[in-house]
């Protein structure tokens, strides 16, 4: 049973016609592990989705920043003659191919647009992500070395794996439900991960690469893109822009921190990302979201960077509403995970509330 969204009867109808969310997601699948909680399962997206038919209404983000852009001044919100109910825009960051081969027939059956963010310099690469490269290396059955030492730009990494230097099908069984939200990690491998996930995070792409293939030659293996974790071809690219039920924004090249890098190489990474979909799909992107996308991952000079590129509006990964005094190249939204209909549907109005 979907609830619906109240906050004390008129005062909410009035409140949530004055406001708006941009919903985050990532991949709509069930994979064996997720540590960094990026799924939502099929089921639960199309849960989701019938939560906002019901007590929403979705939007394309581009009429939802025109719906912002007109209520400025006018003291009411979303837009003049809004409806009450609360507007609501989807959108996906990476580019995952689930995000076409999945998501895109579910949001095409309940009639709901969506705006995926593509990190173009991935697209047609035989590899995954690194955050997926390092679950597929250390969180799986595998044998590593007792003691790993990583050398990095600046220092080193060094663990000691112990008697977690095996791991076979049953340790992955045991911990496959295990998150970077916990507090606790389970075996030195998932220390190991979150400390190299803190530690890649922010390093230049090719100091982060250059620690990637240590990494493998230390288990031995060879670079491999699983089907399950595979990004966007440029052919279902070209597809789902065609269907129109899909915006096609930008997400840079290779998915750095921003801030981390030169006014150059974030020049580059920006205005190449947006050549790069055009040539693909025909279609200029007009907008673009921050890696990651927290207050620390990208500034003012980035602001500008985006809009001399040609973007007309940017999102970011704050958790508010949008409303009349939201900043069209500092859009908030707020991240969904694997939740149920009736979790989802209390998020909602928490959300709108706050």
Not at 96 to 123: M, R
Not at 302 to 312: I, K, Q
């Amino acid at each position: 049973m979907v609830r619906s969204v109240t906050v004390g009867r008129r005062g909410a109808d009035e409140q949530s016609g004055r406001r708006g969310l941009i919903l985050l997601y990532h991949r709509v699948a069930s994979p064996e592990c997720d540590p960094q909680q990026l799924c939502v399962s099929p089921e639960n997206f199309a849960a989701q989705l019938q939560v906002l038919r019901q007590i929403a209404c979705p939007v394309p983000l581009t009429e939802m920043v025109s719906r912002v852009s007109a209520s400025k001044g006018n003291g009411n919100g979303i837009s003049p003659g809004a409806p009450s109910a609360p507007a609501v825009a989807v959108t996906f960051d990476d580019g995952y191919a689930d995000n076409f081969s999945t998501a895109l027939p579910i949001l095409a059956q309940h009639g709901i647009p969506a705006t995926v963010f593509v990190a173009a310099g991935y697209i047609d690469a035989a590899r995954e992500f690194w955050w997926d490269e390092l679950e597929d290396l250390l969180l799986h059955s595998s044998e590593l070395p007792r003691r790993l030492s990583l050398a990095t730009h600046d220092g080193s990494i060094a663990c000691e794996l112990d008697g977690a230097a095996r791991y076979d099908d049953a340790d992955f069984v045991k911990n496959r439900g295990w998150s970077i939200a916990q507090a606790v990690d389970p075996t030195p491998r998932h220390a190991l991960y979150r400390t190299l996930c803190n530690r890649l995070r922010p390093m230049p792409v090719a100091a982060r690469e250059r620690v990637l293939e240590e990494l493998l030659r230390c288990t031995g293996r060879e670079r491999r893109m699983r089907e399950s974790h595979r990004i966007v071809s440029s052919q279902e690219l070209r597809q789902g822009a065609r269907e129109g039920m899909m915006e096609i924004g930008a997400h840079t090249m290779h998915h750095p921190v921003l801030t981390g890098l030169s006014a150059e190489a974030q020049q580059s990474e920006i205005a190449q990302s947006r050549h790069r979909l055009h040539e693909i799909t025909g279609t200029e992107p007009t907008s673009f979201s921050y890696p990651y996308g927290t207050r620390h991952d990208y500034n003012r000079r980035t602001v500008r960077l985006v809009r001399a590129a040609g973007f007309s509006r940017a999102c970011a990964n704050h958790a508010k509403v949008v409303d009349d005094r939201s900043d069209p190249f500092h859009l908030p939204r707020v991240v969904v995970r694997d939740w149920p209909a009736d979790v989802f549907s209390r998020k909602i109005e928490e959300w709108l509330r706050g």
